[in-house]
Nanobody, 127 residues
Framework: QVQLVESGGGSVQAGGSLRLSCAAS????????MGWFHQAPGKEREFVAA????????YYADSAKGRFTISRDNAKITVYLQMNSLKPEDTAVYYCAADTSASWNSTPIRGPDYDYWGQGTQVTVSS
């Protein structure tokens, strides 16, 4: 069983920044590929970013490229999402997720690839 707890959400103005954190339970965190997804009201959950078990591979949705950075600290069993140049369309609940069966350098982008999910943290960007 893996528990994931997100934090760092909030309200910012367009152009601002936020850093989301996702703390995981368990001593095998380094065995998990990690991802961030978001879901806006009335919309389906969408992929944002993923980082491999190794930490060397990352992958971003087109909407996140150049603005967001995913990283992980295995010693702190935490994954981060640094979000810069935020836009109103980034407003959503952000979820982190763990893929416990990913290969060393894979960066899963599909929701069903992930086994465990956090409860989400709200990000609101005003214009």
């Amino acid at each position: 069983q893996v528990q994931l707890v997100e934090s760092g959400g909030g309200s910012v103005q367009a152009g601002g920044s936020l850093r989301l954190s996702c703390a995981a339970s368990g001593r095998t965190f380094s065995n998990y590929a990690m991802g961030w997804f978001h879901q806006a009201p009335g919309k389906e959950r969408e992929f944002v970013a993923a980082i491999s078990r190794s930490g060397y591979s990352t992958y971003y949705a087109d909407s996140a490229k150049g603005r967001f950075t995913i990283s992980r600290d295995n010693a702190k069993i935490t994954v981060y999402l640094q979000m810069n140049s935020l836009k109103p369309e980034d407003t959503a609940v952000y979820y982190c997720a763990a893929d416990t069966s990913a290969s060393w350098n894979s960066t899963p982008i599909r929701g069903p690839d992930y086994d465990y999910w956090g409860q989400g943290t709200q990000v609101t960007v005003s214009s």
